[in-house]
């Protein structure tokens, strides 16, 4: 079946290091694949989307690219700050189904002063 | 920007006890949907809901569970007789713009959340 893998967290960096989140798929077909961020005490805000092969989804300075050949999604930032503190969901929607999003496990990232 | 409005934002239950949380999703969405977050765990599908109807059901989504969309702009999530596992966060959300093709591939839009909790 469809399924995400996310990196096991929790993530912690120091102000302005480089961030990078993997995440790999499994689905048949072509899915879209998206981040989605949860900052404390929130619900889950679509962070970027991809909805092809190749396509980089970006936003706030944070990038994935849609690697079909890896089936992955790794989501990148070259700086982070302090407020970018949140866990973060890698999931996918198959183009077939009902529009189910299936969620990785979402890593927690820390960033310290 | 449209909004998912979800109430109550945390609610308190006795177990064995019926609840039903409520939630507007975007007026010109066609798709809506129930998710829940366990507390530090990932967040698990529900149930999909199109043309009045369900359309995908989990595992989780047994008998307990019920939904209803009863006057075209309110979306509600019943459980019948709570458990204290049912204990988590419940996120509503829509997508699928009527009188486009831009369904869920481009993503959905999610409420804030009500957080059960069963005693």
């Known amino acids: 079946g469809n399924s995400v893998t996310q990196m096991e967290g929790p993530v912690t960096l120091s102000e302005e290091a480089f961030l990078t989140i993997n995440c790999t798929y499994t689905a048949t077909g072509y899915p879209s694949l998206f981040w989605y961020v949860q900052y404390p005490g929130e619900g889950l805000q679509l962070l970027l989307k991809a909805t092809k092969a190749d396509d980089k989804g970006s936003n706030k300075g944070f990038e994935a690219t849609y690697r079909k050949e890896t089936t992955s999604f790794h989501l990148e930032k070259g700086s982070v700050q302090v407020s970018d503190s949140a866990v973060y969901f890698c999931?996918?929607?198959?183009?077939?189904?009902?529009?189910?999003?299936?969620f990785g496990q979402g890593t927690t990232l820390q960033v310290k002063p | 920007e449209p909004e998912v409005t979800q109430t109550p934002s945390h609610q308190v239950t006795q177990m064995g006890q019926e609840v039903i949380l409520r939630c507007v999703p975007i007026?010109?969405?066609?798709?809506f949907y129930w998710y829940r977050q366990i507390l530090g765990q990932k967040v698990e599908f529900l149930v999909s809901?199109?043309?009045?109807?369900?359309?995908?059901k989990s595992e989780i989504f047994d008998d307990q569970f019920s939904v209803e969309r009863p006057d075209g702009s309110n979306f509600t999530l019943k459980i019948r007789s709570t458990k204290l596992e049912d204990s988590a966060m419940y996120f509503c959300?829509?997508?699928?713009?009527?009188?486009?093709?831009?369904?869920?591939?481009?993503?959905?839009?999610f409420g804030s959340g009500t957080r059960l909790t069963v005693v």
């Open positions: 959300a829509s997508s699928g713009l009527k009188g486009t093709d831009q369904t869920f591939q481009y993503g959905y839009t």
């Open positions: 007026s010109n969405h066609l798709y």
């Open positions: 809901f199109y043309n009045n109807e369900i359309s995908e």
């Open positions: 999931a996918l929607i198959h183009s077939g189904n009902t529009g189910k999003l299936i």
